[in-house]
């Protein structure tokens, strides 16, 4: 099969929908990654997305809906709050953990009572699933365990020749995958930080816990969360000091692992990439513009592979807002491999 990369006009957002339609799997494009979307009341093109994926099956999907009103049809005892919070947010980065009708599919959650559910904030998305007239279960488009994709390219270069159709619809803007808000219960729990922060949660609800920066051996609830995630081939070294001692160390070691002939790339925000002497430096946006760190970081990351870069140095970023979440990847992707300076 040939996978080709199309932009979205009407007729290719048509053709994505026949496609799903037809039980078949196509590569969409999110406001936060791209996303590898299926019919969600279908169980054999749920189970082509484990497949292209190499996704665990215990690993369950978030379903993407064109209307606010259709969480009615797939989720219950939907609370007052949880109505606010989609009121706010959506659509938008937030994906919703809500006890399961039974139309949902166990292939999706992986047999658990609770499906997720977000609506998108992206046009092509909408577009596509209120022209297919079902929901779309889309996980990340990119093969387990690598960065999630935030451009067309991105998912060719995971999924060609497993998937037909691509839409095209550029950069994605936020960078980082939706936080996930588990309100099935009667405590709220943050499964996975994004851009859609506590802060912002805590205006309309109390939020219990947030599994923030679990350590490898703490038991995630996201069952996603427990798996190695985001890792390009490189080794990642994530430096945790003032920065000044930080640079310093950076160059030290740089000019050490170069000494030895192996391939280094340091990542750093624009007003420190001249401060690093030696390897290929990676800019990732601005220090205090958290957001365009979020956007870049995924690129980055899969951008180290392309140059074969073999082990990556890279600062602590800085960790508010979405900087949270940003984190939150950059320590999956470095195995937690943090050096205090
Ligand atoms: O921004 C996003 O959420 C993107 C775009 C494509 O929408 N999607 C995405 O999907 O990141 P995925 O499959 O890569 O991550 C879904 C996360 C996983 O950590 C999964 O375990 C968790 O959501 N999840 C899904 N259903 C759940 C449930 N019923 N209970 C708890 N966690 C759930
Ligand atoms: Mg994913």
Same mark, same amino acid.
């Given at each position: ?26 590569? +969409? #494009?999110? /406001?936060?990654?791209? !996303? =590898?979307?299926?019919? &969600?009341?279908?169980?054999? %093109?749920? *189970? ?55 139309? +949902? #599919?166990? /292939?999706?959650?992986? !047999? =658990?009572?609770?499906? &997720?559910?977000?609506?998108? %904030?992206? *046009? ?74 506590? *802060? ?142």
């Amino acid at each position: 099969m040939d996978t080709i990369i199309v932009k979205p006009t009407q007729n290719e957002i048509k053709r994505a929908a026949n496609i799903i339609l037809q039980s078949g799997i196509v590569a +969409i #494009p999110t /406001e936060t990654v791209y !996303g =590898l979307g299926a019919n &969600a009341l279908d169980k054999s %093109a749920v *189970e082509k997305i484990f497949l292209a994926k190499g996704r665990p099956m215990d690993n369950p999907l978030i379903i993407h809906i064109g209307r606010k009103n259709d969480i009615y049809k797939y989720a219950k005892n939907i609370s007052s709050t949880t109505e606010k919070l989609i009121d706010e947010f959506w659509p938008g980065p937030l994906t919703v953990v809500l006890q399961k009708k039974s139309i +949902i #599919p166990d /292939e999706i959650t992986g !047999g =658990l009572s609770t499906v &997720a559910i977000r609506m998108p %904030a992206n *046009e092509v998305a909408l577009a596509l699933i209120r022209q297919a007239g079902v929901p779309i279960a889309a996980p990340s488009a990119n093969v387990s365990g690598k960065p999630s994709p935030t451009k067309a390219c991105h998912v060719k270069d995971d999924l060609n020749g497993k998937i037909s159709l691509i839409l095209d619809g550029g950069s994605c803007e936020v960078g980082v995958e939706s936080t996930v808000v588990d309100v099935s219960g009667e405590k709220v729990a943050i499964l996975r930080p994004g851009k859609i922060t506590k *802060e912002m949660i805590e205006r309309f609800v109390k939020v219990d816990s947030v599994m923030e920066n679990a350590s490898k051996s703490e038991v995630p609830k996201a069952p996603g969360m427990k798996y190695a995630h985001y890792s390009p081939k490189a080794k990642i070294t994530i430096y945790d000091g003032k920065r000044e001692d930080v640079l310093k160390q950076i160059n030290t070691d740089v000019h050490n692992y170069s000494f030895k002939g192996i391939k280094v790339g340091v990542i750093i925000e624009s007003e420190y990439k001249s401060s690093i002497v030696y390897g290929n430096v990676y800019d990732i946006g601005c220090y205090d513009d958290e957001h365009a760190v979020a956007k870049n970081l995924f690129s980055i990351l899969r951008q180290l592979d392309d140059d074969d870069i073999e082990v990556a140095f890279i600062p602590m970023l800085k960790s508010e807002h979405i900087g949270k979440a940003t984190m939150n990847r950059l320590l999956k992707a470095a195995a937690y491999n943090l050096k205090t300076v």
